[in-house]
C-alpha cells in the first residue's frame, strides 16, 4: 500500500501559516525536498516525521490519524497498536542509519 502523506503535510503548514522555506528550513532540508514531500515525490524520512509532529505539538498517533483521514484508510487500531508500530519504525530506521555510518567509515 503506498501511503501518501503530502496533503496532511500541506494542511498542516497551511493551517499554521507556514510557507515550504520555514518548514524546510525547521527540519534543514532544502525547499525543493520539502516540497518534493508534499507532492508525495519522495518519501519523508522518520527522523523528519518526528521532527514535524513535534514542531506542530502533535503527538504521532495524532499525526498518523490526519493521515489516514486524508487516505481515507486506517493503519492503526489502537494506540497501543500506534506504538508499536512507531517502534518497530524507529528500530527500522536506526538500522538504516547505523548501516549507512558503518558504509562511510
Not at 11 to 20: A, S, V, Y
Not at 72 to 92: C, D, F, G, R, Y
Request: net charge neutral; proline share 1%.
Amino acid at each position: 500500500m503506498n501511503i501518501k502523506y503530502g496533503s496532511s503535510l500541506i494542511k498542516l503548514r497551511k493551517g499554521h501559516n507556514f510557507t515550504q522555506q520555514q518548514i524546510a528550513d525547521e527540519l534543514f532540508v532544502s525547499r525543493s525536498t520539502y516540497a518534493s514531500w508534499e507532492s508525495d515525490n519522495n518519501e519523508i524520512p522518520l527522523t523528519k516525521f518526528l521532527k514535524l509532529s513535534k514542531f506542530y505539538n502533535i503527538s504521532l498517533v495524532e499525526f498518523i490519524h490526519l493521515i489516514e483521514t486524508e487516505n481515507h484508510i486506517v493503519l492503526l487500531k489502537s494506540v497501543e497498536n500506534a506504538e508499536t508500530q512507531v517502534m518497530l519504525l524507529l528500530k527500522e530506521e536506526l538500522a538504516n542509519i547505523r548501516s549507512l555510518l558503518s558504509n562511510k567509515m
